[in-house]
Protein backbone atom coordinates (compact mmCIF):
# COMPACT_ATOMS: atom_id res chain seq x y z
CA UNK A 1 0.00 0.00 0.00
CA UNK A 2 1.52 3.11 -1.03
CA UNK A 3 1.40 6.58 1.01
CA UNK A 4 -1.56 7.63 -1.50
CA UNK A 5 -3.13 5.07 -0.60
CA UNK A 6 -3.19 4.71 2.65
CA UNK A 7 -3.89 8.45 3.42
CA UNK A 8 -7.04 8.31 0.78
CA UNK A 9 -8.41 5.12 2.47
CA UNK A 10 -7.95 3.92 6.40
CA UNK A 11 -6.66 6.94 6.88
CA UNK A 12 -9.28 9.63 5.79
CA UNK A 13 -11.85 7.07 6.75
CA UNK A 14 -10.73 6.81 10.29
CA UNK A 15 -10.60 10.58 10.39
CA UNK A 16 -13.68 10.87 9.53
CA UNK A 17 -15.19 8.45 11.74
CA UNK A 18 -13.28 10.13 15.13
CA UNK A 19 -14.07 13.37 13.75
CA UNK A 20 -18.10 12.49 13.23
CA UNK A 21 -17.54 10.78 16.77
CA UNK A 22 -16.33 13.66 18.51
CA UNK A 23 -18.15 16.68 17.28
CA UNK A 24 -21.84 14.96 17.73
CA UNK A 25 -20.22 13.53 21.32
CA UNK A 26 -19.20 17.59 22.26
CA UNK A 27 -22.44 19.04 20.93
CA UNK A 28 -24.62 16.75 22.40
CA UNK A 29 -23.16 16.59 25.19
CA UNK A 30 -22.97 20.51 25.91
CA UNK A 31 -26.75 20.88 24.83
CA UNK A 32 -27.87 18.59 27.02
CA UNK A 33 -26.04 19.88 29.93
CA UNK A 34 -28.15 20.95 33.05
CA UNK A 35 -28.74 24.20 33.27
CA UNK A 36 -29.76 26.67 36.34
CA UNK A 37 -33.35 28.31 35.02
CA UNK A 38 -33.12 32.14 35.22
CA UNK A 39 -35.12 33.38 37.67
CA UNK A 40 -34.61 36.85 36.83
CA UNK A 41 -36.73 39.44 35.47
CA UNK A 42 -35.89 40.50 31.60
CA UNK A 43 -34.96 44.29 31.54
CA UNK A 44 -37.11 47.02 29.87
CA UNK A 45 -36.27 46.89 26.11
CA UNK A 46 -34.25 43.39 26.26
CA UNK A 47 -35.29 41.84 22.58
CA UNK A 48 -36.23 38.51 21.88
CA UNK A 49 -34.32 35.25 22.76
CA UNK A 50 -33.13 34.86 18.84
CA UNK A 51 -33.06 38.33 17.60
CA UNK A 52 -30.92 39.56 21.02
CA UNK A 53 -28.39 35.84 20.57
CA UNK A 54 -28.51 36.81 16.13
CA UNK A 55 -27.66 40.72 16.73
CA UNK A 56 -24.89 40.09 19.62
CA UNK A 57 -23.35 37.58 17.49
CA UNK A 58 -23.79 39.66 14.09
CA UNK A 59 -22.15 42.77 16.32
CA UNK A 60 -19.44 40.87 17.63
CA UNK A 61 -18.04 40.77 14.36
CA UNK A 62 -16.91 44.14 14.05
CA UNK A 63 -14.96 46.00 17.13
CA UNK A 64 -16.43 48.82 18.75
CA UNK A 65 -14.93 51.98 17.82
CA UNK A 66 -13.33 52.60 21.11
CA UNK A 67 -11.42 48.85 20.57
CA UNK A 68 -10.57 49.21 16.94
CA UNK A 69 -7.13 50.56 16.88
CA UNK A 70 -6.15 48.21 19.68
CA UNK A 71 -7.47 44.89 17.57
CA UNK A 72 -7.16 46.09 14.17
CA UNK A 73 -4.12 43.46 13.12
CA UNK A 74 -5.59 40.64 15.09
CA UNK A 75 -9.14 41.63 13.52
CA UNK A 76 -7.71 41.90 9.95
CA UNK A 77 -5.29 38.57 10.19
CA UNK A 78 -8.41 36.90 11.62
CA UNK A 79 -10.72 37.67 9.26
CA UNK A 80 -7.86 36.78 6.18
CA UNK A 81 -6.91 33.76 7.66
CA UNK A 82 -10.72 32.46 8.70
CA UNK A 83 -12.15 33.56 4.82
CA UNK A 84 -8.82 32.69 3.52
CA UNK A 85 -9.46 28.79 4.58
CA UNK A 86 -13.40 29.15 3.21
CA UNK A 87 -12.01 29.87 -0.22
CA UNK A 88 -9.32 27.30 0.22
CA UNK A 89 -11.73 24.67 1.24
CA UNK A 90 -14.90 25.22 -0.78
CA UNK A 91 -13.42 26.73 -3.65
CA UNK A 92 -10.56 24.69 -4.85
CA UNK A 93 -12.46 22.03 -7.35
CA UNK A 94 -10.52 19.19 -5.74
CA UNK A 95 -11.80 19.67 -2.35
CA UNK A 96 -15.33 20.07 -3.50
CA UNK A 97 -14.91 16.72 -5.46
CA UNK A 98 -13.94 15.08 -1.92
CA UNK A 99 -17.11 17.25 -0.27
CA UNK A 100 -18.79 15.12 -3.01
CA UNK A 101 -17.58 11.91 -1.92
CA UNK A 102 -18.81 12.53 1.53
CA UNK A 103 -22.28 14.33 1.02
CA UNK A 104 -23.30 14.00 -2.34
CA UNK A 105 -23.46 17.86 -3.05
CA UNK A 106 -20.83 19.92 -5.04
CA UNK A 107 -20.35 23.37 -7.02
CA UNK A 108 -18.42 24.69 -9.79
CA UNK A 109 -15.03 25.29 -8.25
CA UNK A 110 -12.48 28.44 -8.62
CA UNK A 111 -9.49 28.21 -11.15
CA UNK A 112 -6.18 26.81 -9.48
CA UNK A 113 -4.38 30.23 -9.71
CA UNK A 114 -6.88 32.00 -7.36
CA UNK A 115 -6.57 29.69 -4.93
CA UNK A 116 -3.17 29.43 -5.09
CA UNK A 117 -2.87 33.19 -4.26
CA UNK A 118 -5.66 32.44 -1.72
CA UNK A 119 -3.30 29.91 -0.34
CA UNK A 120 -0.94 32.25 0.16
CA UNK A 121 -2.13 34.78 1.43
CA UNK A 122 -3.72 32.61 3.98
CA UNK A 123 -0.60 30.81 4.88
CA UNK A 124 0.87 34.54 5.53
CA UNK A 125 -1.95 35.06 7.33
CA UNK A 126 -1.73 32.12 9.38
CA UNK A 127 2.24 33.34 10.21
CA UNK A 128 1.40 36.78 11.62
CA UNK A 129 -0.92 35.03 13.74
CA UNK A 130 1.65 33.02 14.87
CA UNK A 131 4.10 35.24 15.44
CA UNK A 132 1.94 37.52 17.16
CA UNK A 133 0.77 35.07 19.47
CA UNK A 134 4.43 34.20 20.25
CA UNK A 135 5.34 38.25 20.40
CA UNK A 136 2.57 40.24 22.11
CA UNK A 137 3.55 39.22 25.81
CA UNK A 138 -0.12 38.98 26.64
CA UNK A 139 -1.13 36.51 24.36
CA UNK A 140 2.30 34.62 25.01
CA UNK A 141 1.03 34.60 28.29
CA UNK A 142 -2.03 32.89 28.35
CA UNK A 143 -1.73 30.50 24.90
CA UNK A 144 -1.49 26.99 25.81
CA UNK A 145 0.24 24.21 23.72
CA UNK A 146 -3.89 24.21 22.58
CA UNK A 147 -3.73 27.07 20.56
CA UNK A 148 -0.19 25.98 19.45
CA UNK A 149 -1.83 22.60 18.13
CA UNK A 150 -4.63 24.05 16.77
CA UNK A 151 -2.14 26.02 14.76
CA UNK A 152 -0.18 23.31 13.77
CA UNK A 153 -3.36 20.86 12.45
CA UNK A 154 -4.38 23.87 10.11
CA UNK A 155 -1.67 25.71 9.06
CA UNK A 156 0.00 22.10 7.83
CA UNK A 157 -2.71 21.31 5.26
CA UNK A 158 -2.15 24.55 3.54
CA UNK A 159 1.30 24.67 3.34
CA UNK A 160 1.14 20.66 2.26
CA UNK A 161 -1.25 21.49 -0.50
CA UNK A 162 0.62 24.30 -1.89
CA UNK A 163 4.09 22.40 -1.75
CA UNK A 164 1.78 19.42 -3.95
CA UNK A 165 0.27 21.70 -6.11
CA UNK A 166 4.03 23.19 -6.61
CA UNK A 167 5.51 19.74 -6.64
CA UNK A 168 7.92 20.68 -3.55
CA UNK A 169 10.26 18.18 -2.24
CA UNK A 170 8.18 15.37 -2.63
CA UNK A 171 6.67 13.35 -5.74
CA UNK A 172 3.48 14.64 -6.45
CA UNK A 173 1.95 11.37 -5.18
CA UNK A 174 3.42 11.18 -2.43
CA UNK A 175 2.88 14.75 -0.92
CA UNK A 176 -0.36 14.69 -1.89
CA UNK A 177 -0.83 11.43 0.22
CA UNK A 178 1.48 13.77 3.21
CA UNK A 179 -1.52 16.38 2.24
CA UNK A 180 -4.44 14.32 2.82
CA UNK A 181 -2.65 12.56 5.87
CA UNK A 182 -2.53 16.51 7.15
CA UNK A 183 -6.16 16.73 6.43
CA UNK A 184 -6.66 13.26 8.43
CA UNK A 185 -4.36 14.41 11.25
CA UNK A 186 -7.01 17.27 11.51
CA UNK A 187 -10.24 16.53 11.15
CA UNK A 188 -9.24 13.74 13.85
CA UNK A 189 -8.03 16.37 16.58
CA UNK A 190 -10.65 18.85 16.16
CA UNK A 191 -13.56 17.82 18.37
CA UNK A 192 -10.97 17.48 20.91
CA UNK A 193 -8.81 21.24 20.09
CA UNK A 194 -9.99 24.88 20.13
CA UNK A 195 -10.90 23.86 16.40
CA UNK A 196 -14.02 22.96 17.53
CA UNK A 197 -15.02 26.59 17.75
CA UNK A 198 -16.15 26.48 14.23
CA UNK A 199 -19.30 24.79 15.56
CA UNK A 200 -19.24 26.79 18.90
CA UNK A 201 -18.55 29.88 18.22
CA UNK A 202 -22.34 30.09 17.30
CA UNK A 203 -23.72 29.18 20.77
CA UNK A 204 -21.13 30.86 22.86
CA UNK A 205 -21.72 33.74 21.37
CA UNK A 206 -24.99 33.71 20.68
CA UNK A 207 -25.80 32.84 24.36
CA UNK A 208 -23.60 35.62 25.69
CA UNK A 209 -25.40 37.99 23.74
CA UNK A 210 -28.97 36.77 24.87
CA UNK A 211 -27.64 36.93 28.63
CA UNK A 212 -26.61 40.58 28.10
CA UNK A 213 -29.53 41.53 26.39
CA UNK A 214 -31.69 40.03 29.25
CA UNK A 215 -30.05 42.40 31.77
CA UNK A 216 -30.37 45.40 29.27
CA UNK A 217 -26.73 45.63 27.88
CA UNK A 218 -26.13 44.90 23.72
CA UNK A 219 -22.89 43.53 23.49
CA UNK B 1 10.59 -17.57 -35.20
CA UNK B 2 11.82 -15.99 -37.66
CA UNK B 3 15.82 -16.58 -38.62
CA UNK B 4 17.09 -12.66 -38.11
CA UNK B 5 15.58 -12.16 -35.39
CA UNK B 6 17.86 -15.07 -33.72
CA UNK B 7 21.06 -14.26 -35.72
CA UNK B 8 24.18 -13.12 -33.89
CA UNK B 9 26.39 -11.11 -35.28
CA UNK B 10 26.69 -7.04 -35.38
CA UNK B 11 23.78 -4.81 -35.77
CA UNK B 12 25.29 -3.80 -38.55
CA UNK B 13 25.31 -6.31 -40.33
CA UNK B 14 21.76 -7.56 -39.28
CA UNK B 15 20.72 -3.98 -40.80
CA UNK B 16 22.35 -4.78 -44.21
CA UNK B 17 20.83 -7.86 -44.10
CA UNK B 18 17.43 -6.55 -44.07
CA UNK B 19 18.24 -4.20 -46.86
CA UNK B 20 17.90 -1.26 -43.96
CA UNK B 21 20.03 1.77 -45.19
CA UNK B 22 22.51 3.85 -43.30
CA UNK B 23 20.33 6.53 -43.31
CA UNK B 24 17.26 4.32 -41.53
CA UNK B 25 19.51 3.68 -39.29
CA UNK B 26 20.55 7.74 -39.11
CA UNK B 27 16.94 8.04 -39.14
CA UNK B 28 16.29 5.94 -36.61
CA UNK B 29 19.22 6.56 -34.33
CA UNK B 30 17.75 10.52 -34.51
CA UNK B 31 14.20 9.10 -33.19
CA UNK B 32 15.93 7.46 -30.43
CA UNK B 33 17.78 10.15 -29.17
CA UNK B 34 14.69 12.34 -28.91
CA UNK B 35 13.11 9.56 -27.13
CA UNK B 36 15.34 9.23 -24.76
CA UNK B 37 15.81 13.02 -24.75
CA UNK B 38 19.30 12.83 -25.30
CA UNK B 39 21.33 15.86 -27.58
CA UNK B 40 20.36 15.78 -31.05
CA UNK B 41 24.20 15.75 -31.73
CA UNK B 42 24.22 11.82 -29.90
CA UNK B 43 22.17 10.45 -32.59
CA UNK B 44 25.41 10.33 -34.98
CA UNK B 45 27.21 8.25 -31.88
CA UNK B 46 24.56 6.44 -31.35
CA UNK B 47 24.24 5.18 -35.19
CA UNK B 48 27.48 4.38 -34.81
CA UNK B 49 27.46 2.57 -31.48
CA UNK B 50 24.76 0.57 -32.54
CA UNK B 51 26.43 -0.58 -36.37
CA UNK B 52 29.46 -1.81 -34.89
CA UNK B 53 27.30 -3.06 -31.59
CA UNK B 54 27.24 -7.18 -31.18
CA UNK B 55 23.57 -8.25 -30.93
CA UNK B 56 21.99 -8.35 -27.71
CA UNK B 57 21.26 -12.07 -26.88
CA UNK B 58 17.66 -11.64 -25.42
CA UNK B 59 15.71 -14.39 -23.48
CA UNK B 60 12.40 -13.38 -23.69
CA UNK B 61 9.83 -15.00 -20.95
CA UNK B 62 6.03 -15.12 -20.53
CA UNK B 63 4.69 -15.51 -17.15
CA UNK B 64 0.96 -14.65 -16.11
CA UNK B 65 0.52 -12.16 -18.81
CA UNK B 66 -2.08 -11.57 -21.28
CA UNK B 67 0.38 -11.41 -24.22
CA UNK B 68 -0.63 -7.47 -24.72
CA UNK B 69 3.16 -6.63 -23.81
CA UNK B 70 4.69 -8.24 -26.84
CA UNK B 71 1.56 -7.29 -28.91
CA UNK B 72 2.10 -3.61 -27.91
CA UNK B 73 5.75 -4.00 -29.01
CA UNK B 74 4.83 -6.21 -32.45
CA UNK B 75 1.77 -4.11 -33.74
CA UNK B 76 3.89 -0.78 -33.11
CA UNK B 77 3.50 1.58 -36.39
CA UNK B 78 6.78 2.62 -38.80
CA UNK B 79 9.14 3.09 -38.89
CA UNK B 80 8.25 -0.04 -37.52
CA UNK B 81 10.11 0.16 -34.22
CA UNK B 82 10.05 -3.98 -33.66
CA UNK B 83 11.94 -4.33 -37.09
CA UNK B 84 14.33 -2.61 -35.88
CA UNK B 85 14.39 -3.58 -31.89
CA UNK B 86 14.79 -6.96 -33.61
CA UNK B 87 18.01 -6.29 -35.64
CA UNK B 88 19.35 -4.65 -32.42
CA UNK B 89 18.93 -7.75 -30.50
CA UNK B 90 18.84 -11.59 -31.38
CA UNK B 91 15.97 -13.08 -29.82
CA UNK B 92 16.71 -16.11 -28.56
CA UNK B 93 13.89 -17.38 -26.91
CA UNK B 94 9.99 -16.09 -27.04
CA UNK B 95 7.25 -17.87 -26.90
CA UNK B 96 4.95 -16.29 -28.56
CA UNK B 97 6.90 -15.94 -31.67
CA UNK B 98 9.64 -18.58 -31.90
CA UNK B 99 8.60 -21.50 -34.42
CA UNK B 100 9.76 -24.32 -32.15
CA UNK B 101 7.58 -25.71 -29.39
CA UNK B 102 7.67 -28.18 -26.41
CA UNK B 103 11.58 -29.44 -26.01
CA UNK B 104 13.10 -27.49 -28.86
CA UNK B 105 11.97 -24.33 -27.61
CA UNK B 106 13.70 -25.27 -24.16
CA UNK B 107 16.48 -26.49 -25.89
CA UNK B 108 16.57 -23.07 -27.30
CA UNK B 109 16.58 -21.41 -24.54
CA UNK B 110 19.31 -23.24 -22.19
CA UNK B 111 21.56 -23.17 -25.21
CA UNK B 112 20.99 -19.49 -25.52
CA UNK B 113 22.01 -19.15 -22.01
CA UNK B 114 24.98 -21.41 -22.02
CA UNK B 115 25.94 -19.52 -24.85
CA UNK B 116 26.09 -15.86 -23.80
CA UNK B 117 26.76 -16.75 -20.27
CA UNK B 118 26.67 -13.70 -18.05
CA UNK B 119 25.92 -11.54 -21.31
CA UNK B 120 22.42 -12.04 -22.34
CA UNK B 121 19.63 -9.92 -20.88
CA UNK B 122 16.30 -11.51 -19.96
CA UNK B 123 13.05 -9.94 -20.86
CA UNK B 124 10.27 -10.79 -18.72
CA UNK B 125 6.33 -10.59 -19.33
CA UNK B 126 3.92 -11.57 -16.64
CA UNK B 127 4.04 -11.85 -13.08
CA UNK B 128 5.34 -14.95 -11.52
CA UNK B 129 3.08 -17.25 -9.06
CA UNK B 130 5.11 -17.62 -6.03
CA UNK B 131 1.94 -19.63 -3.75
CA UNK B 132 2.40 -23.03 -3.20
CA UNK B 133 5.55 -23.48 -5.15
CA UNK B 134 4.36 -21.18 -8.14
CA UNK B 135 2.37 -24.29 -9.62
CA UNK B 136 0.00 -22.15 -10.66
CA UNK B 137 1.34 -21.32 -13.70
CA UNK B 138 3.84 -23.75 -15.64
CA UNK B 139 5.15 -24.44 -19.06
CA UNK B 140 7.16 -27.36 -19.98
CA UNK B 141 6.68 -28.96 -16.33
CA UNK B 142 8.09 -25.87 -14.73
CA UNK B 143 6.70 -23.59 -12.89
CA UNK B 144 7.79 -19.42 -13.99
CA UNK B 145 9.53 -19.50 -11.03
CA UNK B 146 12.09 -22.32 -11.57
CA UNK B 147 12.42 -20.71 -14.90
CA UNK B 148 13.00 -17.15 -13.74
CA UNK B 149 15.47 -18.35 -11.17
CA UNK B 150 17.35 -20.84 -13.66
CA UNK B 151 17.55 -18.23 -16.52
CA UNK B 152 18.19 -15.32 -14.08
CA UNK B 153 21.43 -16.69 -12.72
CA UNK B 154 23.23 -16.12 -15.56
CA UNK B 155 21.89 -13.09 -16.86
CA UNK B 156 23.51 -9.54 -17.29
CA UNK B 157 20.28 -7.74 -16.71
CA UNK B 158 16.71 -7.98 -16.95
CA UNK B 159 13.78 -5.57 -18.04
CA UNK B 160 10.38 -6.46 -16.64
CA UNK B 161 8.22 -5.43 -19.41
CA UNK B 162 4.74 -4.29 -18.16
CA UNK B 163 3.28 -3.63 -14.98
CA UNK B 164 2.74 -7.14 -14.20
CA UNK B 165 6.43 -8.32 -14.13
CA UNK B 166 7.54 -4.79 -13.02
CA UNK B 167 4.78 -4.54 -9.71
CA UNK B 168 2.17 -8.10 -9.97
CA UNK B 169 0.07 -6.10 -11.69
CA UNK B 170 -3.86 -7.14 -12.36
CA UNK B 171 -2.81 -11.16 -11.39
CA UNK B 172 -0.86 -9.66 -8.10
CA UNK B 173 -4.52 -7.82 -7.65
CA UNK B 174 -6.68 -8.71 -4.54
CA UNK B 175 -7.25 -11.53 -3.30
CA UNK B 176 -4.07 -12.99 -6.03
CA UNK B 177 -5.19 -16.32 -6.08
CA UNK B 178 -1.79 -17.19 -7.35
CA UNK B 179 0.40 -15.74 -5.29
CA UNK B 180 1.22 -13.37 -7.52
CA UNK B 181 4.75 -10.99 -7.88
CA UNK B 182 7.25 -8.47 -9.61
CA UNK B 183 10.25 -10.00 -11.00
CA UNK B 184 12.14 -7.27 -8.49
CA UNK B 185 10.25 -9.53 -5.49
CA UNK B 186 12.11 -12.74 -6.63
CA UNK B 187 15.63 -11.54 -8.52
CA UNK B 188 17.34 -9.52 -6.17
CA UNK B 189 20.97 -10.13 -7.10
CA UNK B 190 20.84 -8.29 -10.79
CA UNK B 191 19.77 -5.16 -11.99
CA UNK B 192 16.65 -4.69 -13.38
CA UNK B 193 14.70 -2.09 -15.41
CA UNK B 194 10.92 -2.07 -15.24
CA UNK B 195 9.09 -0.65 -18.09
CA UNK B 196 6.07 -0.55 -17.05
CA UNK B 197 2.31 0.14 -18.24
CA UNK B 198 -0.78 -2.18 -19.33
CA UNK B 199 0.37 -2.30 -22.57
CA UNK B 200 3.63 -0.45 -21.98
CA UNK B 201 4.49 1.92 -24.87
CA UNK B 202 6.12 -0.15 -28.09
CA UNK B 203 8.54 3.22 -28.41
CA UNK B 204 9.27 2.36 -24.66
CA UNK B 205 10.27 -0.95 -24.72
CA UNK B 206 12.38 -0.17 -28.08
CA UNK B 207 14.09 2.78 -26.53
CA UNK B 208 15.31 0.71 -23.64
CA UNK B 209 16.65 -2.07 -25.20
CA UNK B 210 18.18 0.20 -27.50
CA UNK B 211 20.00 2.17 -24.64
CA UNK B 212 20.98 -0.91 -23.49
CA UNK B 213 22.63 -2.42 -26.91
CA UNK B 214 24.02 1.27 -27.62
CA UNK B 215 25.95 2.44 -24.25
CA UNK B 216 26.13 -1.39 -22.80
CA UNK B 217 24.37 0.58 -19.22
CA UNK B 218 21.26 0.47 -17.55
CA UNK B 219 19.34 4.06 -18.13
CA UNK B 220 19.15 5.85 -15.40
CA UNK B 221 16.07 5.15 -13.45
CA UNK B 222 13.17 6.17 -10.86
CA UNK B 223 12.55 5.54 -7.08
CA UNK B 224 10.50 2.33 -9.30
CA UNK B 225 13.46 1.01 -11.25
CA UNK B 226 11.64 3.32 -14.08
CA UNK B 227 13.77 4.84 -17.05
CA UNK B 228 13.64 8.39 -16.30
CA UNK B 229 13.67 9.47 -20.07
CA UNK B 230 10.17 7.74 -20.47
CA UNK B 231 9.04 7.81 -16.54
CA UNK B 232 10.12 11.13 -15.33
CA UNK B 233 7.22 13.48 -15.69
CA UNK B 234 3.32 12.09 -15.20
CA UNK B 235 0.38 12.67 -17.75
CA UNK B 236 -1.31 15.27 -15.90
CA UNK B 237 1.70 17.45 -16.32
CA UNK B 238 2.42 16.54 -20.07
CA UNK B 239 -1.34 16.32 -20.81
CA UNK B 240 -2.70 18.82 -23.30
CA UNK B 241 -5.89 19.27 -21.43
CA UNK B 242 -3.74 20.60 -18.64
CA UNK B 243 -4.57 24.56 -19.23
CA UNK B 244 -8.60 23.73 -18.54
CA UNK B 245 -7.66 22.02 -15.44
CA UNK B 246 -5.85 25.17 -14.16
CA UNK B 247 -9.04 27.40 -15.24
CA UNK B 248 -11.38 24.74 -12.76
CA UNK B 249 -13.02 23.50 -16.24
CA UNK B 250 -14.05 19.91 -15.90
CA UNK B 251 -16.36 17.52 -17.95
CA UNK B 252 -18.53 16.49 -15.52
CA UNK B 253 -19.70 12.85 -17.53
CA UNK B 254 -18.05 11.76 -20.85
CA UNK B 255 -21.12 13.43 -22.75
CA UNK B 256 -21.49 16.62 -21.66
CA UNK B 257 -20.79 19.78 -23.42
CA UNK B 258 -17.51 20.39 -21.59
CA UNK B 259 -16.25 16.50 -22.37
CA UNK B 260 -17.26 17.37 -25.97
CA UNK B 261 -15.24 20.72 -25.70
CA UNK B 262 -11.94 18.66 -24.77
CA UNK B 263 -12.25 19.75 -21.06
CA UNK B 264 -10.27 18.37 -17.96
CA UNK B 265 -10.98 14.83 -16.98
CA UNK B 266 -10.32 14.97 -13.45
CA UNK B 267 -13.42 14.98 -12.17
CA UNK B 268 -14.36 11.55 -14.11
CA UNK B 269 -11.68 9.76 -12.43
CA UNK B 270 -8.90 10.57 -14.54
CA UNK B 271 -5.68 9.21 -12.94
CA UNK B 272 -2.98 11.43 -14.66
CA UNK B 273 -1.57 13.57 -12.05
CA UNK B 274 -0.52 10.32 -10.16
CA UNK B 275 0.60 8.22 -12.95
CA UNK B 276 4.50 8.53 -14.89
CA UNK B 277 4.43 7.76 -18.22
CA UNK B 278 5.26 8.76 -21.72
CA UNK B 279 1.80 8.36 -23.19
CA UNK B 280 1.18 12.18 -23.58
CA UNK B 281 4.27 12.78 -25.34
CA UNK B 282 5.02 10.25 -27.45
CA UNK B 283 1.40 9.02 -27.56
CA UNK B 284 -0.21 5.64 -29.78
CA UNK B 285 -0.30 4.64 -32.58
CA UNK B 286 2.62 6.36 -34.39
CA UNK B 287 2.07 9.59 -32.28
CA UNK B 288 -1.69 9.54 -33.08
CA UNK B 289 -3.27 9.58 -29.76
CA UNK B 290 -3.80 8.22 -26.21
CA UNK B 291 -6.53 7.60 -24.08
CA UNK B 292 -7.06 11.30 -22.21
CA UNK B 293 -7.00 12.56 -26.05
CA UNK B 294 -9.45 9.51 -27.05
CA UNK B 295 -11.59 10.74 -24.46
CA UNK B 296 -10.99 8.26 -21.51
CA UNK B 297 -9.17 9.20 -17.95
CA UNK B 298 -6.30 7.62 -17.37
CA UNK B 299 -5.93 4.68 -15.76
CA UNK B 300 -2.66 4.84 -14.29
CA UNK B 301 -1.96 1.42 -15.29
CA UNK B 302 2.10 2.17 -15.01
CA UNK B 303 1.48 2.40 -11.67
CA UNK B 304 1.64 0.05 -8.82
CA UNK B 305 -1.40 -1.63 -7.86
CA UNK B 306 -3.54 0.32 -10.32
CA UNK B 307 -6.17 -1.83 -10.22
CA UNK B 308 -6.48 -1.77 -6.02
CA UNK B 309 -6.77 1.68 -5.81
CA UNK B 310 -9.85 2.60 -6.19
CA UNK B 311 -12.83 2.90 -8.99
CA UNK B 312 -11.44 4.30 -12.04
CA UNK B 313 -14.22 6.52 -12.21
CA UNK B 314 -13.57 8.30 -8.17
CA UNK B 315 -11.79 11.38 -8.61
CA UNK B 316 -8.61 11.12 -7.38
CA UNK B 317 -9.28 13.89 -4.24
CA UNK B 318 -12.27 11.19 -3.18
CA UNK B 319 -11.96 8.44 -1.19
CA UNK B 320 -10.48 5.05 -2.07
CA UNK B 321 -13.46 3.00 -0.25
CA UNK B 322 -16.53 4.91 0.96
CA UNK B 323 -17.05 4.70 5.19
CA UNK B 324 -20.73 5.71 5.13
CA UNK B 325 -21.59 2.67 7.59
CA UNK B 326 -19.11 3.69 10.35
CA UNK B 327 -19.49 7.57 9.81
CA UNK B 328 -23.02 6.82 10.58
CA UNK B 329 -22.45 4.38 13.28
CA UNK B 330 -20.13 7.32 15.05
CA UNK B 331 -22.94 9.94 15.04
CA UNK B 332 -24.96 7.42 16.45
CA UNK B 333 -22.60 6.13 18.75
CA UNK B 334 -21.31 10.24 19.39
CA UNK B 335 -24.96 11.05 20.10
CA UNK B 336 -25.74 8.47 22.45
CA UNK B 337 -22.10 9.22 24.44
CA UNK B 338 -22.50 12.67 24.12
CA UNK B 339 -26.45 12.38 25.48
CA UNK B 340 -24.96 9.67 28.34
CA UNK B 341 -22.07 12.54 29.58
CA UNK B 342 -24.96 15.11 29.70
CA UNK B 343 -27.02 12.57 31.64
CA UNK B 344 -23.71 11.56 34.20
CA UNK B 345 -23.32 15.09 34.81
CA UNK B 346 -27.50 16.14 35.45
CA UNK B 347 -26.99 13.45 37.93
CA UNK B 348 -23.94 14.48 39.51
CA UNK B 349 -25.86 18.33 39.91
CA UNK B 350 -28.76 16.26 41.14
CA UNK B 351 -27.09 14.43 43.67
CA UNK B 352 -25.13 17.89 44.71
CA UNK B 353 -28.20 19.73 45.28
CA UNK B 354 -29.98 17.17 47.21
CA UNK B 355 -29.55 18.40 51.27
CA UNK B 356 -30.56 14.40 52.11
CA UNK B 357 -27.88 12.89 49.82
CA UNK B 358 -25.25 12.75 52.35
CA UNK B 359 -22.43 10.52 51.72
CA UNK B 360 -22.60 6.90 52.95
CA UNK B 361 -20.02 5.25 54.87
CA UNK B 362 -19.25 1.79 53.77
CA UNK B 363 -19.89 -0.46 55.87
CA UNK B 364 -16.73 -2.06 57.97
CA UNK B 365 -14.78 0.75 56.77
CA UNK B 366 -13.90 1.42 60.00
CA UNK B 367 -12.07 -2.07 60.88
Redesign the interface.
Known amino acids: ??L??FA??PA??AA???F???????????????RAADHSVAKLGAGAAVSSAAGGFVRHMWPPREYAARTRFSLIVGYVLHFGLAIIVFGF???I??I???FGIGW??????VITVVSVITLAALIAALVRRMTNPVLKMISTFADYWAWFVVTLPVVTGLMAVS?LLL???DM?GVHILSVALMLATFPFSKLMHAFLVFVTRSQTSFFYSRRGSHV | MADWMSQQGTVGEALTRQGISRRSLLKYSSYLATLLALPPTSSQAIAQALAGAKRQSVIWLSFQECTGCIESLTRSFSPSVEEMIFNLISLDYQETLQAAAGEAAERARLEAMEANKGKYVVVVDGSVSTRDGGIYSTAAGKTNLEVLKETAKDALAILSVGTCSSFGGIPRAHPNPTGAEPVSAIITDKPIINVSGCPPMPEVIAGTIAYLVTFGKLPELD?LGRPKPFFGD?I??RCYRRPF????K?AKSFDDAGAREGWCL??LGCKG??TYNACATIKWNGNTSFPIQSGHGCLGCSE??FW???SFY??????????GE??L???A???V???G???I??RR??AASDPSASPSVPEGADQ
Open positions: MTLERGINLVIVFGVIWRLFWLLFLPAQHLFRDIPGLPTGHRYEL | HNHDYDQGFYEPVPNDAGKPLPGRMTGAAVGAAVGAAGASAFARKA
